[in-house]
Nanobody, 123 residues
Framework: QEPLVESGGGLVQPGGSLTLSCAVA????????MGWYRQAPGKQRELVAS???????TYGESVKGRFTVSRDDARSTVYLQMNILKPEDTANYYC?????????????????WGQGTLVTVSP
């Protein structure tokens, strides 16, 4: 089973909007942070947005003012609201979570990735 289930990708025109969602599967762990990365063909994967357990958000420079990341703790879901989309936003978007598993020995942090959802911005 997939620990992170992404949805919401698709085709949208420039200037349009799209919302991505990522649901966290059940497990005995806490979430340090969740967010979104993206990678276009031939380009490096880059941070889009993240939200820490404190609620503090971080955005990539190219999406500031256009994208908003939020979290619904009751549904264990993180969202990415994308507005004023541009062709350069076209990429595979990957949900990401940094989780913490605590044991009697201490704790260990893990990076968990979704399989990605494709966002295409084109006229």
């Amino acid at each position: 089973q997939e620990p992170l289930v992404e949805s919401g990708g698709g085709l949208v025109q420039p200037g349009g909007s799209l919302t991505l969602s990522c649901a966290v599967a059940g497990g005995v762990f806490s979430i340090n942070a969740m967010g979104w990365y993206r990678q276009a063909p031939g380009k490096q994967r880059e941070l889009v947005a993240s939200i820490a357990k404190t609620g503090i958000t971080t955005y990539g420079e190219s999406v500031k003012g256009r994208f908003t990341v939020s979290r619904d703790d009751a549904r264990s879901t993180v969202y990415l609201q994308m507005n004023i989309l541009k062709p350069e936003d076209t990429a595979n978007y990957y949900c990401h979570a940094n989780i913490r598993v605590t044991t009697i020995e201490g704790y260990t942090d893990f990076e968990v990735w979704g399989q990605g959802t494709l966002v295409t911005v084109s006229p």
